[in-house]
C-alpha cells in the first residue's frame, strides 16, 4: 500500500509539473462549458415557446439538460483518456526511469496500479469541473440529484476502464505519441461499435453492440445502476490491468 | 557476496552472456572489463533481477535473483548506464521518492537523504530541478540514489562514462570512499578505470569470461616476462642484423627476439624473457662484449592494455597468460 502510495503521488506531481494536467483540464472545461451553454440555452428557448403557445408542457431539467451534458461528457472523456495514459510507461521506457522502479523492491503491480490510480484521480478532478456546471442549474431549478450521482458514477466507471485499456497500451511503446494514437483509436472504435450495432439484428450485432462503451454508459446517464454495466466497466478495468502486468512482465524476456 | 554459476542469458537470434561464472567476496570493488557488447550490461541487470537469466544462477547476498527477488532487490543499489533520473523532479524530492521506494523507514528518509547528498556532493543542488543540472551532477545524483538504502551490493554500469577528466576523477575517489561498506561491481571499458579503482577484475568478451584474477596478478603475470627493447649499432658499420640476432637469442633467459627495423646501422629488437627472469643485465654485456655499440636498453612497460587486448582479440591467446594459469 505504501509503495501504490509512493508511485502515485509522484505521477500525481508529475501531472501538474508539466502541462498535461493543465491542459487538459482547460481543454476540457471549454468544451463542456459550450455544451452546457448549449443544452441550457435549447432548454430556455422550448420554455419560452410552450409558454407563448399557452400550453403548459412539462420540463424536465435532468431529461433535457443533464443527460445531454452526460452523454457529451462521456464522448469527450474519450478523447482525453489517451493523454492521460500516454505518458504513464513509456516515458519510463524511454528515459530508462523503468529500470529505477523495476529493480527496486516494488512489486509490478503496485507500479501499475499506482500508476493508473493516479490517472483515475486526475480525471476524477476533471469530471469535478464539468460538475461546478450542473451544482449551477441547482440555483435555478430543482433537478434531482440522485441521477446526476449516477451519471458520475457511471462516467468515472467508464474512465477507469479506458485508463486501464491506456495503460496497458503505454507500456507497449517508447514514444508517447504512439501510445496515445493507439489509446485513441481503441477509444473510438469501442465509441462507434455502437452505430456499427445497430445497422444490423443478427448475432454479431449484438455482440459488437455489447462491446460498445457508450451503449454502457446511456443506462448510468438515465440514473439507472445496472449490475451488467457495472460488471462490464469493473471487468474492462481488470483486463486492461492484466494485459499491463503481462506486458510489464515481458518486458524482462524481451529487453 | 555475489556468486554467479554457470550464467547464459539467450535473446531469440544472439547469445548475449555464454555460461559465465564468478565470485565477488565481501566489500570488493570489482572491475567487469569488456569491449562494448561483451554482455557487461546484461549479467548487471540478471543480478539486478531486471532480466531473468535463460540458464544457470546468479546468488546476491544470499538470496537467489530467481527465486528471491524482493529480497534481492533490498540489498542491492544499481545505477544503469543513464541515470535512471526524472528531469521534472528536484533532486532532494527525487531522492525522497527513491528512498520510499526502496523501502526505507519514513523516520529515517530525511535523515539519509541528507547523508547521501554530502557524501556525494550533491547538496548544494538540492533544490534544483535535474533537467537543469550538469552530467556530472546528474551522474552523481544517479549514484547517491544508488546508496541511498545502503545496500550491502552496489552495481554500477559504466559510471564514468560521458564525464569530463576531472569529474571521471572525483566519481572515481567517490566510488572508491564506498568500497569496504558495500562490495562493488563496477562494469567500464576503460582500462586505466580498473587499474586504479579495482582490487578484482573479471574481464568478459562475446559473453563470456575470459580472466578472473586481481588486477595486481594480472599486471604481474605479465611483469615476470620482461620484455626489452634493445637498440645495436656496428662500430663499423660492420653489422648484421641476423648476427646479432643470434647473439642475443643465446643469452640466458631470453624467450624471444623480435626484429623490429633498421635505422642506417642500428637496429631495433624486442627482446622477451622468459617467466621471472631479469635478462637486463646479461643482455647488455653480451651485445658490448660481441663489440657493438649498445645504444639503448628499455624495459617495454606492460600494462592490463596488452592483457586486455590480447584476451578479448579473437586470434590465439597469448603464451604468457596461458602458461600463468
Known sequence: MRNINTIFQREMKSYFTSPVAYGVMGFFALLSGYFFYVYVYIFVQRGMESQMMGRATPMDVNEWVIRPILMNVSVIGLFLIPMLTMRLFAEEKRSGTIELLITSPVRDIEIILGKWFSAVALYACILAISSLNIIMLFGYGKPDWRPILVGYLGLLLQGAALLSIGTFISTTSKNQIIAAVGTFAICLILWILDWMSSYGTEAWAKVVGYLSVVAHFETFAKGVVDSKDVIFFLSMCFLGLFLTARSMESLRWRA | ?325
Not at chain 2, 567476496?25 to 562494448?36: A, C, H, S, T
Not at chain 2, 547517491?144 to 551490493?153: R, T
Not at chain 2, 627495423?261 to 642500428?266: I, P
Not at chain 2, 643482455?283 to 636498453?297: D, T
Open chain 2, 1 to 325: 557476496m555475489i556468486k554467479v554459476e554457470g550464467l547464459s542469458k539467450r535473446y531469440a537470434r544472439t547469445t548475449a552472456v555464454d555460461n559465465v561464472s564468478f565470485e565477488v567476496k565481501k566489500g570488493q570493488i570489482v572491475g567487469f572489463l569488456g569491449p562494448n557488447g561483451a554482455g557487461k550490461t546484461t549479467t548487471m541487470r540478471v543480478l539486478t533481477c531486471f532480466l531473468p537469466p535463460s540458464s544457470g544462477s546468479a546468488n546476491v547476498a544470499g538470496f537467489d535473483v530467481v527465486e528471491q527477488p524482493m529480497e534481492v532487490k533490498k540489498r542491492i543499489g544499481y545505477l544503469p548506464e543513464t541515470p535512471p533520473l526524472y528531469p521534472e523532479m528536484e533532486v532532494e524530492e527525487y531522492l525522497t521518492f527513491v528512498a520510499k521506494l526502496k523501502g526505507l523507514p519514513s523516520g529515517d528518509i530525511k535523515r539519509r537523504v541528507g547523508e547521501v547528498s554530502e557524501r556525494c556532493a550533491v547538496a548544494d543542488v538540492s533544490q534544483k530541478l535535474i533537467s537543469k543540472l550538469s552530467k556530472g551532477y546528474r551522474q552523481r545524483v544517479g549514484l547517491a540514489q544508488a546508496i541511498i538504502h545502503n545496500p550491502d551490493v552496489l552495481i554500477l554500469d559504466e559510471p564514468t562514462s560521458g564525464l569530463d577528466p576531472k569529474q571521471i576523477l572525483d566519481t572515481r575517489s567517490l566510488i572508491k570512499s564506498l568500497a569496504g561498506d558495500h562490495t562493488i561491481i563496477l562494469s567500464t571499458h576503460i582500462l586505466p578505470e580498473v587499474e586504479q579503482v579495482c582490487e578484482h577484475v573479471i574481464i568478459i568478451n562475446k559473453g563470456k569470461v575470459v580472466a578472473t584474477d586481481t588486477v595486481h596478478n594480472l599486471t604481474n603475470r605479465l611483469r615476470g616476462a620482461e620484455a626489452v627493447a634493445v637498440e645495436v649499432e656496428g662500430r663499423n658499420d660492420q653489422i648484421d642484423k641476423g648476427t646479432v640476432q643470434q647473439r642475443m637469442e643465446q643469452v640466458p633467459g631470453v624467450s624471444r627476439v623480435v626484429y623490429k627495423e633498421s635505422r642506417d646501422s642500428r637496429h631495433l629488437y624486442e627482446v622477451e624473457s622468459l617467466q621471472g627472469r631479469s635478462i637486463r643485465p646479461e643482455l647488455a654485456r653480451s651485445i658490448v662484449e660481441s663489440g657493438w655499440n649498445l645504444n639503448e636498453l628499455r624495459s617495454v612497460s606492460l600494462s592490463l592494455e596488452e592483457v586486455f587486448l590480447s584476451l578479448t582479440s579473437s586470434d590465439e591467446q597469448p603464451a604468457m597468460v596461458g602458461s600463468a594459469n
